[in-house]
């Protein structure tokens, strides 16, 4: 077994900051993913990293950047945090393979004041 | 266009009952389909995975897959109040490492 680890758990931040969120797996997952989720609804597609020199940008990249700074860690961040994009920001991980099930984090619930 | 659908968008059942839950996809192209289910305040967790046509049973869930129609549906028998959850139906392609999910279903089971 493995597990995810987010943070942080909760993250505060003003309008036009820039906020980092971090993600670490211990399953020696390969590909690494960030979604958002607004509010109890579906899961938005933000970075994607398939091995660990790679990264991908999902449905919603824009106003975002990530990092794959090693196998074990992918990082995000809000480059201009804006109030309409409160949410929880969800990490996941899975082998290689589009039959790979993904597996996920406990989320950091950003707020901005 | 959002690749995956699900109806309905809630679904409240008593303690005991029959839950089933519906998912549609707009790409043929998609080969992989998996149910997850997220519990308040948690991230999402697989449930079942199912690649080919016909059922799949697990304990009291049963999946069901016609890739003719594109069609992914999920049911649970002897709904119990853990059961109340969000569930994602989820589909890939094998083309490119991601998974498209759908909006999800709000199950509410009442004890």
């Known amino acids: 077994g493995g597990i995810i680890t987010q943070t942080p758990k909760f993250l505060i931040g003003q309008e036009g900051q820039k906020l980092t969120l971090k993600c670490q797996q211990n399953?020696?997952?390969?590909?690494m993913y960030w979604y958002r989720q607004d509010s109890g609804k579906g899961l938005r597609l933000i970075y994607y990293?398939?091995?660990?020199?790679?990264?991908q940008k999902g449905d919603l990249s824009e106003g975002y950047d990530a990092s794959r700074e090693k196998k074990s860690s992918f990082s995000l961040t809000v480059t201009s945090a804006q109030k309409n994009e409160m949410a929880v920001f969800l990490c996941?991980?899975?082998?290689?393979?589009?039959?790979?099930?993904?597996?996920f984090g406990p989320g950091t619930r950003l707020t901005v004041l | 266009q959002q690749k995956v659908q699900q109806s309905p968008e809630s679904l409240s059942v008593p303690e005991g009952g029959m839950a089933s839950l519906n998912c549609t996809s707009s790409?043929?192209?998609?080969?992989y389909f998996w149910w997850y289910r997220q519990h308040s305040g948690e991230g999402p967790k697989a449930l079942m995975?199912?690649?080919?046509?016909g059922d799949k049973k697990e304990g009291r869930f049963t999946a069901h897959l016609n890739k003719a129609s594109l069609h992914v549906s999920l049911h649970i028998r002897d709904s119990q109040p853990s059961d109340s959850a969000l569930y994602f139906c989820?589909?890939?392609?094998?083309?490119?490492?991601?998974?498209?999910f759908g909006d999800g279903t709000q199950l509410v089971v009442k004890p």
């Open positions: 989820a589909a890939s392609d094998n083309s490119n490492n991601r998974i498209f």
């Open positions: 399953f020696n997952h390969d590909t």
């Open positions: 790409d043929r192209n998609f080969q």
């Open positions: 996941a991980s899975s082998k290689l393979g589009d039959y790979a099930e993904q597996f």
């Open positions: 990293s398939i091995t660990e020199n790679d990264l």
């Open positions: 995975s199912i690649f080919s046509d």
